[in-house]
């Protein structure tokens, strides 16, 4: 991919895939200590994929090195904007009906202003994870007897729980986290008896991409870390090591001063 797109900017992960590369082929005796110095200096100050790409070429995995791009561009909050999943519009669907059965409203959807759900000894499920939005504000209506209506929300979405539970309830957990600048305002109303409405924030499939990729950079530092340190340690021994062969080397050649001298103290007594 950095064939196709060297001019595109390289981020701290890509540049700490690259190093790690690096580390495992020092390890493995593709490089030596001068040339794994060499492209490490190269790796931290590259701007570009077509900088990264030579570094690692020569290298069993100098083709994985440098991670797959996507150039299609991601709307709404996968780059931390909400402005493109307000889209005007009736909405796809305006209602969800549950009698001893359910019901499921998921993936790329339009919400419209006003949607309502109904579950009947039966259940509901609303997800707002992918979906786009008639307007700023929507309203979730939900009536749930003897059943259950379950709302799953994105971070960043503010929600108002409006609704009245007999033997019943609404969750108001979920109105504690204020919404982000742009991102709509979600009205969850309605009533509740012998069941229940609740809220539930969940991560995008592209939010949990990025905390595992934000999780796997972390564990890869962690192991640079034990690696600089182990090295350390080896050089410490090593450093160590030389300097008791030094000594003794020193202490040989003065009992070989010593020897001498005393015979040639010797010859001269004779």
Not at 25 to 31: C, K, P, Q, T, Y
Not at 66 to 94: H, N
Not at 134 to 142: F, G, L, P, T
Request: glycine share 12%.
């Amino acid at each position: 991919m950095s064939d196709d797109a060297p001019e595109l900017r390289a981020s701290d992960a890509d540049r700490e895939r690259v190093a790690e590369v690096l580390r495992d082929a020092l390890a493995e005796g593709r490089l030596d200590m001068e040339e794994f110095e060499e492209r490490l200096e190269a790796t931290y100050k590259a701007r570009t994929y077509g900088d990264l790409a030579p570094i690692t070429r020569d290298l069993p995995v100098g083709e994985v090195a440098v991670p797959k791009v996507d150039m299609v561009k991601k709307s709404g909050i996968a780059d931390g904007s909400w402005t493109g999943r307000i889209v005007g519009g009736e909405g796809s669907s305006t209602w969800g009906v549950a009698v001893m059965s359910g019901f499921q409203r998921k993936g790329r959807w339009t919400v419209p202003r006003r949607f309502t759900a109904v579950a009947f000894m039966g259940g509901g499920e609303i997800d707002l994870r992918d979906a786009n939005f008639a307007d700023r504000e929507v309203v979730i209506n939900c009536v749930a007897i003897m059943g259950g209506v379950e709302v799953i929300v994105p971070p960043g979405v503010e929600v108002v729980m409006r609704g009245i539970g007999v033997m019943g309830g609404f969750d108001h957990l979920e109105e504690s986290e204020l919404g982000e600048p742009g991102a709509p305002r979600v009205i969850v109303t309605g009533f509740a008896f012998w069941g229940g409405v609740s809220v539930e924030r969940k991560l995008t499939r592209t939010q949990r991409q990025e905390l595992r990729e934000e999780r796997r950079r972390e564990k890869l530092e962690r192991r640079a870390e034990r690696r600089e340190l182990r090295g350390s340690v080896r050089d410490e021994q090593y450093e160590a090591h030389r300097r008791m062969l030094d000594e003794h080397r020193d202490m040989g050649r003065h009992g070989r001063d010593e020897r001498g001298q005393r015979r040639s103290r010797e010859r001269d007594e004779d």
